[in-house]
């Protein structure tokens, strides 16, 4: 079985080829093909890849090309994670956003927007490629926005493109854990969008744990987001938010300290990376204790900017080891072999969410077997939280509607509206200073 990954020169693709090793069934992953723009990056990451395997029987074949058409043809799974514009314009994101004094994360606010704009026209050529080439593939997209790339996708390829993410799997692992439970024997009832969901409830055993849990100073307060959101805040919610969240409920906050750090986060990375991308060459270096080094590094110093404003201090050991690939290799599980499972996934709505048209994307658990992945029934969100989600997919169909006709007025709309930009003059600030970095835009007239 073939798998193909667009973005396979990407930091994180040796925790996909890694979760492929440890699986030893007879329909498993035989070949692995990576595909990317840069050849270097390329060759780094396929030396990584090589250390991985080398005391595995059987591993995968390992192929690279930068040939977009070859990578995609006779793939039974597609796996995207690109980044178009790399992490240097991610840092442009974030700069000109905070010169205007407002939100440029990856995904949130003008920086996500920024980056949707550019990404969307990039993934929807992917997405007729797919049709084209590997009409029978499914895709499982990791690109962010996960949740507006996704929707951008499923309109050329309907619901054989599924999106995750490996925030909700790490919120559910880590209240599972304060409560005593196997993340594996409880049932996380998470509704929202991508890096914009809430969890109302966890059961173990068909009992709801999670009154528990916000009853309990002590339990609610032991965890990560306990400390980052505050605990009266999360009993006045009633339920347990995404992480990237607290760019939204403590928005200011948020701002001042990315203003006032030495790097963005982008900046930290783009510095980062180009370190071990260049030093990754050198053939008397260990690549793979390399990538293990950096990767430690990445993963403790994630959302350190909104942990420093919240006084949350370090992120514990258990949350350091990723998660996105244990999601990834159990969707291709099911999809391929027929596993029933239960995983949150980015998906169409349907009649999930009835604040929500049945075609937008939205995170929520879904069973996944052979035949797909299907949206569990939901209780509707309350009024704080459907409003919220309905104003973001306002946005994110701005962005759509911008990418698909090149207007630059529906842009200017999409900035607009988002509840973290404050005016229409600043939205317009923002395209103009976006566009002028962002070579990506042109088509924005």
């Known amino acids: 079985m073939r798998l193909t990954i667009l973005g396979g020169g990407g930091f994180r693709v040796p925790l996909v080829h890694g979760a492929l090793l440890g699986d030893r069934d007879e329909h498993r992953v035989t070949e692995v093909v990576l595909h990317d723009l840069d050849a270097d990056r390329l060759t780094a990451v396929t030396r990584v890849l090589a250390d991985q395997a080398a005391t595995v029987p059987d591993a995968p074949r390992v192929t690279a090309t930068t040939d977009l058409d070859e990578a995609l043809t006779g793939a039974a799974f597609v796996f995207s994670a690109i980044r178009v514009g790399g992490l240097e314009g991610r840092a442009e994101d974030e700069r000109v956003a905070l010169a205007e004094g407002v939100l440029g994360q990856e995904t949130v606010g003008a920086g996500g927007i920024a980056y949707g704009l550019r990404t969307v026209p990039v993934a929807v050529d ?10 029978d593939a499914w895709v499982i997209n990791f690109t962010n926005p996960a949740g507006l790339v996704t929707e951008a996708m499923s309109r050329h390829l309907g619901d054989r493109v599924i999106g995750i993410c490996d925030s909700p799997v790490g919120l559910g692992r880590r209240i599972a854990r304060v409560l005593g439970a196997d993340p594996r024997d409880a049932f996380v009832d998470y509704v929202g969008l991508n890096h914009l969901g809430w969890v109302r409830g966890l059961r173990v055993a068909g009992r709801d744990q999670l009154p528990r849990l916000l ?14 959101f505050g605990t009266d805040w999360l009993r006045s919610l009633g339920a347990i938010p ?4 607290h760019y939204y409920y403590f928005n200011r906050e948020a701002v001042h300290a990315y203003r006032h750090a030495d790097r963005t986060r982008g900046a930290f990375l783009r510095d980062q990376q180009a370190g071990f991308y260049a030093e990754a060459r050198n053939p008397d270096v260990s690549a793979l204790a390399l990538w293990d080094r950096t990767r430690a590094e990445r993963e403790a110093t994630y959302m350190s900017e909104n942990r420093e404003a919240a006084g949350a201090g370090e992120r514990e050991a258990d949350d350091l080891s990723g998660g996105y690939e244990k999601v990834a290799l159990a969707l291709m599980r099911a999809l391929a072999r027929g596993e ?15 604040a929500l048209d049945a075609d937008a994307v939205i995170e929520v658990p879904c069973l996944v077997d052979a035949s797909g992945a299907r949206p569990v029934a939901v209780d509707p969100l309350p009024d704080h939280a459907t409003g919220l989600v309905c104003a973001v997919k306002a946005v994110e169909r701005e962005v759509l509607a ?14 607009a509206l988002h509840p973290l930009v404050d005016s229409v003059n600043v939205a317009r600030r923002l395209l103009d200073g976006y566009t002028a970095v962002h070579p990506g835009l042109a088509y924005l007239r």
């Open 126 to 135: 992917i997405a007729r490629r797919v049709a084209r080439l590997a009409p």
């Open 402 to 415: 911008a990418a698909e006709s090149g207007s630059r007025a529906r842009a200017v709309a999409a900035f």
């Open 242 to 245: 995404n992480e990237y969240l």
């Open 215 to 228: 009853a309990d100073d002590a339990l609610l307060g032991s965890f990560e987001e306990g400390r980052l």
């Open 340 to 354: 029933r499972t239960t995983l949150i996934l980015n998906v169409r709505n349907g009649p999930t969410l009835a």
